[in-house]
């Protein structure tokens, strides 16, 4: 089992910045690709940054050049710069982990961005 816990999810103006992290606990050895998603209010999830064990990254068109996804993988940790913030940028983000035995899924962590 892989546990995940997210963190720095916050109420940010526009053109603002803010940094969540997801941290990996119990079998994190196995864990390859990990991700944030988010979901928009009234919305389906959507992908919006990904990245391999080595560091290979792919992002949601709509969070290019923006958002920066970064993992450490000796503390098991993924993070999410998230700068020149949109109100449409608002939505509960969630990571997840791809382990052994299938992805695994945070809570969630609360950004909104007020215009």
């Known amino acids: 089992q892989v546990q995940l816990v997210e963190s720095g999810g916050d109420l940010a103006q526009a053109g603002g910045s803010l940094r969540l992290s997801c941290v990996a606990s119990?079998?994190?050895?196995?864990?390859?690709?990990m991700g944030w998603y988010r979901q928009p209010p009234g919305k389906q999830r959507e992908l919006v940054a990904r990245i391999t064990r080595g560091g290979a990254t792919n992002y949601a068109d709509s969070v290019k050049g923006r958002f920066a996804i970064s993992r450490d993988n000796a503390k098991n940790t993924v993070y999410l710069q998230m700068n020149s913030l949109k109100p449409e940028d608002t939505a509960v983000y969630s990571c997840a982990a791809d382990g052994q035995r299938g992805t695994y899924w945070g809570q969630g962590t609360q950004v909104t961005v007020s215009s």
């Open positions: 119990g079998s994190s050895f196995s864990i390859s690709t």
